[in-house]
């Protein structure tokens, strides 16, 4: 009888235990209200009309973790690890070891004998050379920035590679390449052709260019630094750091005249992006087409009562047409699209085109089109209004794009539509030669010991990494 008063008791228990955990699960979940399930699944024809881009709540706690877990861990490549437990640094906290760094870096800047690269040659460029002036002779060597004025030149933004190189070096210099001067040398001879004979005979000027190659390779810094001396030689430059940002986020329409896609919002960010360094050149060029702006569907306001195209004066300039497009949202998508024609008639100054994430262009976007209430269609970027505007490459402009690899768009194809067969270039990781020069350099800013540098060293990372710039400056404070 006892032995079935226990069963008893184990069997409400368990029950009693189900329940608790059942109850716990289901109280982090308030039951649906009847408005809320209306909203679910709102009409084909609302849905069809306004859509806007969000990003998926998972994915958000997912980066966040990632980044709180990266903020709670040291980095491998701090230079305090090498040295934390001898050495120069010596075995003090992380703080200590940045500023011990710092002051034996201020100290450094006094000995003009430690300014040194391989083979004796000097480790960077004279001090009054610009990028304009940069030769063969400078390869290998670091050309020195001032970090304001290059946020000035470069005011859509420094690309990651350059952030992620001052930061870790403490020095805003870059690494000049054979690699970017041929890059530069071919834009130059195109706007300017010499008056001799080229010393690079048998050598094919494009007017279009894509770069590609492996992830971290230098493309972006490469693009970067060709903007910048654009821009010293008085071009007019419309450059786009983040392309993939013109195919994701924001609202977009359908415009029942074109059969595109509209942005608005990334509309009105590329015409702010284009006349925060232009403004002046902007101002003297007068507009060649004036043909009105057809209006369109604002962000979030849909279209303007009253108004279905907005007017373009006659002794309008490039500046007033951009400003067009930023003050009126209805109007930003077109004048992003009439701005690409402008830009190919204008005679007074070179114009270039530069994009980077250009691969992003060729894939489809974030933003996906309702088909029925349970399922939708992904709209390929060659489908955004935007995009389609100067994406292609089949014209006489001077453009260069660069794929990243860092944006997870997939691999291509070889033969891309809308670009010339051979536009598409292969930029290359450090060569031995240049990841020697990188090394001198990491030593020089102290990311090395000295006591551990050696050609057997420098080797072993420059293999390791693979020729990966962002490898070898990470594994560089481990050396042994």
């Not at 470069?154 to 403490?170: K, M, Q, R, T, V």
């Not at 970067?224 to 392309?243: C, F, I, N, S």
């Not at 059969?259 to 507009?287: H, M, Y």
């Not at 020069?437 to 060293?457: G, H, I, K, S």
Request: charge should be positive; hydrophobic fraction near 35%; glycine fraction near 8%.
């Amino acid at each position: 009888m006892w032995k079935y008063g226990l069963r008893i008791a184990a069997g409400n228990a368990k029950l009693n235990r189900k329940s608790s955990i059942l109850n716990n699960t289901v109280c982090h979940f308030s039951p649906p209200t009847s408005a809320a399930v209306g909203t679910l699944f709102p009409s084909l024809d609302h849905v069809h009309r306004c859509f806007s881009s969000s990003k998926s709540t998972k994915s958000s706690i997912t980066k966040t973790k990632k980044s709180e877990g990266k903020k709670s861990k040291p980095k491998g490549g701090d230079p305090g690890a090498a040295g934390a437990e001898e050495g120069e640094f010596g075995a003090a906290g992380g703080d200590d070891l940045e500023a011990g760094r710092a002051k034996r870096l201020a100290d450094d800047e006094k000995i003009p004998s430690l300014d040194v690269g391989p083979n004796g040659r000097p480790l960077f460029t004279p001090k009054d050379t610009t990028l304009s002036q940069l030769t063969h002779k400078d390869i290998g060597s670091y050309f020195k920035f001032d970090e304001a004025a290059l946020k000035a030149v470069l005011p859509e933004g420094l690309a990651s590679g350059i952030e992620d190189e001052f930061n870790e070096s403490w020095r805003p210099a870059l690494l000049v390449r054979k690699s970017y001067l041929a890059l530069r040398d071919n834009f130059r001879r195109i706007a300017d052709p010499p008056m001799w004979p080229s010393d690079s005979k048998g050598v094919k000027l494009q007017k279009q260019i894509v770069l590609d190659g492996p992830v971290k390779c230098g493309k972006s810094i490469a693009l970067a630094m060709l903007v910048h001396w654009a821009r010293d030689e008085g071009w007019l430059v419309l450059y786009a750091p983040k392309g993939r940002d013109w195919t994701h986020g924001g609202y977009f329409y359908k415009n029942p005249h074109t059969g595109f896609w509209d942005t608005p919002l990334q509309a009105e960010n590329i015409l702010k992006d284009f006349v925060k360094f232009n403004e002046s050149r902007l101002r003297e060029l007068r507009c060649k087409i004036h043909d009105p702006i057809v209006l369109g569907e604002g962000a979030g306001v849909g279209y303007l009562k009253g108004a279905d195209a907005m007017p373009i004066p006659e002794d309008s300039t490039l500046y007033d047409l951009v400003q067009m497009g930023i003050k009126s949202t209805h109007a930003a998508v077109n004048v992003v699209v009439r701005l690409r024609k402008e830009l190919s008639v204008v005679k007074d100054v070179p114009v270039l085109i530069v994009i980077d994430q250009y691969n992003s262009w060729f894939t489809f976007s974030e933003f996906e089109e309702p088909v029925t209430p349970r399922s939708c269609r992904p709209i390929h970027a060659r489908e955004l209004t935007t995009v389609n505007a100067f994406r292609s490459m089949m014209h006489e402009d001077m453009m260069v794009g660069a794929f990243s690899h860092s944006t997870a768009v997939g691999k291509l194809r070889k033969d891309l539509p809308d670009v010339p067969v051979d536009a598409r270039q292969q930029f290359p990781r450090y060569s031995l030669d240049e990841a020697e020069a990188v090394c001198y350099y990491y030593l020089r800013q102290r990311l090395v010991r000295r006591e551990v540098f050696n050609e057997e060293n420098w080797k072993k990372i420059y293999y390791l990494a693979n020729g990966n710039g962002a490898e070898m400056r990470w594994l560089a404070p481990f050396m042994r």
